[in-house]
């Protein structure tokens, strides 16, 4: 019996050898046949002859020798050993290409992310050129007294469709920016009623254009400084507060309140309380609204509804650490409330900060409009000629830059600036012009005009020299209100 066992062990073991020989044939093929495998051949074959050489001994003890039990289990044991480092050697080496072939996808889906991060940027560039055109001459064609009431209403949908269409790409480059966590958000202070009174100017008047009732409050303990991101905040309360007056009908009515808690550990929960009166939302939909791309149904669709909007809007308060809540009932209303924690800055107002800006007159003045695209910049030269200012083209920044050098000191009461243009673009010439030993040169406003409105160009404009940054399409009455300004703090030809 004993001399059976004996002799299985070291048969089943040189059975098992013959299969360890096969499994290793196909894993050298295996090693050979990867993309990435880059050693000489000949090592690969080392095991399989080793593992040859110890079958033929198997073969000789169980043939020519007398095999005991001893040498019988330590031949089987054998066996089994180098079966089960076969297993763990496959193993180890499939997770190891796996996890190459993983980082090879994930490294192709930065490469993705970043060209078309890339493409959207010069989309979004390409896009708003044509949205400025159409929005610009429309407004010039509204700005006409002798318009009949029907041509009126043609117009004033045309802008309204291309408001929409430049929404509907900022959300969309700003769903981008979230999605790769580029976006930054800042902290720096400033003064909540400024940004309240901004936010709240272009909401009344979207309501007066419609007819609606703009109503808004805030409590005297919200008033104050804060530190966080104004840009952002500014944003997602005209982003509610927009689409409160888009779903309103007249004579409806909008409300904005601005309420605190008392302050706890140097900081308040801000909450903006925004409610109208308009076609509600359903309450099966409640639970969607803040997804991307969703749609309550075709009625919202028809109203211009992306679903991208208040999906934008929730990232961003996350990202600041807010949250936002809505209630609604279908045909009554809704109210969305907006939390939002900041650090409180103990500062009073200062004199200068309550008392509006002083503006100068456009009349007479000289503008000088730097833009490479004929259509674009005869837009803005006919709003400027609207105001009675003088301008003049400057093709690139190289034109400009020699223009303003050649002129007569405090020629120019400001500049227009695009950021993208042939021979010289507007970053580097602004940085020429301040770097001028004339003495107008470094306080002559400097104006960015441009499609270019990621944070970051606004960054690379201020960092350049410039003033201010106003994004295409055109805004007549900001770009009015930004040249008076920026104009009367200068001073210049004066």
């Known amino acids: 019996m004993v001399r059976f ?29 990867l993309n990435n495998w880059g050693g000489r051949n000949c090592i690969l074959y080392i095991p399989i002859i080793l593992l040859i050489l110890f079958l033929a001994g198997y073969l000789i003890i169980g043939v020519f020798g007398k095999p005991d039990l001893v040498v019988a289990g330590i031949l089987f044991g054998g066996s089994i050993f180098v079966f089960v480092m076969y297993l763990l050697l496959r193993t180890i080496t499939q997770r190891i290409v796996e996890n190459e072939q993983l980082q090879a996808k994930l490294m192709a889906a930065e490469e993705s992310n970043r060209v078309k991060s890339g493409f959207l940027a010069s989309m979004s560039h390409e896009m708003r050129t044509p949205v400025n055109v159409i929005l610009g001459q429309d ?61 709240s100017a272009m909401i009344n008047s979207l309501c007066e254009n419609k007819g609606l009732i703009y109503q808004m409050s805030v409590s005297d303990d919200a008033v104050g400084y804060y530190m966080g991101d104004v840009v952002q905040i500014e944003q997602v309360l005209f982003r509610i507060l927009q689409n409160a007056v888009k779903y309103t009908e007249a004579p409806g009515k909008v409300k ?27 309450e099966e939909f409640l639970p969607k609204i803040f997804d991307v791309f969703e749609q309550e149904d075709q009625s919202f669709t028809s109203r211009g509804g992306s679903g991208l909007s208040l999906a934008v809007t929730k990232k961003v308060l996350e990202l600041m650490g807010g949250t936002i809540h809505v209630e609604s009932k279908k045909n009554i209303g809704s109210v969305f409330t907006i939390v939002l924690p900041l650090e409180v800055v103990h500062k009073e107002p200062e004199a200068e900060e309550c008392i509006p800006e002083q503006e100068a007159s456009l009349a007479g003045r000289h503008i000088l409009i730097v833009e490479d695209i004929p259509e674009n910049a005869e837009i803005v030269a006919d709003l400027l000629e609207l105001e009675d200012a003088e301008t003049d083209l400057a093709e690139n920044g190289q034109i400009a830059l020699d223009m303003f050098s ?75 209100k930004t040249l008076k300004t920026e104009i009367g703090k200068a001073g210049v030809s004066e």
């Open 406 to 480: 050649q002129s007569a000191l405090f020629h120019y009461d400001a500049i227009l600036m695009d950021l993208r243009m042939p021979v010289m673009d507007g970053l580097e010439a602004t940085r020429r012009i301040r770097a001028l030993e004339r003495k107008d040169a470094g306080i002559v406003p400097i104006i960015a005009l441009t499609a270019n409105a990621f944070k970051e160009d606004i960054k690379n404009s201020l960092d350049a020299g410039m003033n201010v940054h106003l994004a295409k399409p055109t805004d007549a009455d900001l770009l009015y």
């Open 256 to 282: 904005f309140a601005v309420e605190t808690d008392d302050e706890k550990n140097g900081r308040k929960n801000l909450q903006f309380i925004i409610s109208d009166t308009g076609i509600g939302i359903d």
């Open 5 to 33: 066992a004996v002799y299985a062990m070291v048969y089943l073991g040189s059975l098992l050898m013959v299969c360890n020989i096969v499994c290793f044939a196909r894993f050298t093929r295996y090693i050979k046949g």
């Open 139 to 199: 407004s010039i064609a509204l700005k006409d007294e002798s318009l009949k009431t029907e041509t009126r209403d043609h117009l004033e949908k045309i802008g309204y469709s291309g408001r929409y269409l430049l929404g509907l790409i900022n959300n969309v480059l700003d769903l981008n920016h979230l999605e790769k966590g580029s976006l930054k958000v800042k902290n720096e202070e400033f003064y909540l009623m400024e940004a309240i009174l901004e936010v």
